[in-house]
T-cell receptor, first 116, second 109 residues
Framework: KAGVTQTPRYLIKTRGQQVTLSCSPI?????VSWYQQTPGQGLQFLFE???????NKGNFPGRFSGRQFSNSRSEMNVSTLELGDSALYLC???????????????FGPGTRLTVL | EDQVTQSPEALRLQEGESSSLNCSYT??????LFWYRQDPGKGPEFLFT???AGEEKEKERLKATLTKKESFLHITAPKPEDSATYLC??????????FGTGTSLTVIP
């Protein structure tokens, strides 16, 4: 079974630009979550999508948005990039055991975003 | 405020020297507690899920336990390949996930 894939693996952008990151979950997983990982803050939850609907959202500004497609693939967009957005962006997919009860999240390798 | 705190931040062990990593949490209702291992340049790799106080799970040299306020990851007779950052996360009843900043483990041959 193929794992979670993320593209691109590395990105360099300049302040003010926007960026779109892509995540393909494990086949059969309908829940996709996005995280930002930085050395100082660790992993911080951005949002979670399930069946094309955003179900949960972390404490990030509206510049961070996402969507999920009918095949469960997900994209994350960051507009008006700031220097502080430089981070590893991780996507994780999950198969729900029951209502909102997760067994485990499988993470992709991440997209390393550098904002200059 | 919901939060997860891991200690120590870094741990150096001699090969074979057993120890424990701590994850303490305050969350408005716990749905699950998760342990992950992360190697440099890679995404976290799932290790365990614990759902209720008193629960224990084992995998090779690792054993995770859970109380009402904290979880421990016990490492028995570690080997150099156990060197990694170990992350703890909790899922709240509000379905938010909170991660600790991790414990960086180095096992010296």
């Amino acid at each position: 079974k193929a794992g979670v894939t993320q593209t691109p693996r590395y990105l360099i952008k300049t302040r003010g630009q926007q960026v779109t990151l892509s995540c393909s979950p494990i086949s059969g997983h309908r829940s996709v979550s996005w995280y930002q990982q930085t050395p100082g803050q660790g992993l911080q939850f951005l949002f979670e999508y399930f069946s094309e609907t955003q179900r949960n959202k972390g404490n990030f500004p509206g510049r961070f948005s996402g969507r999920q497609f009918s095949n469960s693939r997900s994209e994350m967009n960051v507009s008006t990039l700031e220097l502080g957005d430089s981070a590893l962006y991780l996507c994780a997919s999950s198969f729900l055991l029951g209502t909102d009860l997760y067994n485990e999240q499988f993470f992709g390798p991440g997209t390393r975003l550098t904002v200059l | 405020e919901d939060q997860v705190t891991q200690s120590p931040e870094a741990l150096r062990l001699q090969e074979g020297e057993s120890s424990s990593l701590n994850c303490s949490y305050t969350v408005s209702g716990l749905r699950g507690l998760f342990w992950y291992r992360q190697d440099p340049g890679k995404g976290p790799e799932f290790l365990f899920t614990l759902y209720s106080a008193g629960e224990e799970k084992e995998k090779e040299r690792l054993k995770a336990t859970l109380t009402k306020k904290e979880s421990f990851l016990h490492i028995t007779a570690p080997k150099p390949e156990d060197s990694a950052t170990y992350l703890c996360a909790v899922q709240s009843t509000g379905n938010q996930f909170y991660f600790g900043t991790g414990t960086s483990l180095t096992v010296i041959p």
